[in-house]
């Protein structure tokens, strides 16, 4: 069983910058992680992902040069650091471990869940 937590959420300008954090506590962290998100009245989507040693990233294109995915394995920790954020990037955004798929965007491949954190963006 994986923990998670996420935190660092808050409220921004757009063009500001916000660096999420997603604390694992539990059986071992070296799993694949990715980050997702999800607005009102839309389904959840696929962010970012990076597989389990780090060495490799993906990202969604909507935040493709904005967005970076980056993980401490010896802090148990997945950041999703996020620059020139935008009106549209507002969402509740979770982290999610335990993918047997490298860089999955489906939600249904992920075991464990955080239980989200709200980023909004101001215009």
């Known amino acids: 069983q994986v923990h998670l937590v996420e935190s660092g959420g808050g409220l921004v300008q757009a063009g500001g910058s916000l660096r999420l954090s997603c604390a694992a506590s539990?059986?071992?962290?070296?799993?694949?992680a990715g980050w997702f998100r999800q607005a009102p009245g839309k389904e959840r989507e696929f962010v970012a992902a990076i597989t389990w040693s780090g060495g490799r990233t993906y990202y969604a294109d909507s935040v493709k040069g904005r967005f970076t995915i980056s993980r401490d394995n010896a802090k148990n920790t997945v950041y999703l650091q996020m620059n020139s954020l935008k009106p549209e990037d507002t969402a509740v955004y979770y982290c999610?471990?335990?993918?047997?798929?490298?860089?999955?965007?489906?939600?249904?491949?992920?075991?464990?869940w955080g239980q989200g954190t709200q980023v909004t963006v101001s215009s």
């Open positions: 539990g059986r071992t962290f070296n799993t694949n």
């Open positions: 999610a471990v335990d993918s047997d798929v490298a860089g999955s965007r489906r939600t249904y491949e992920y075991d464990y």
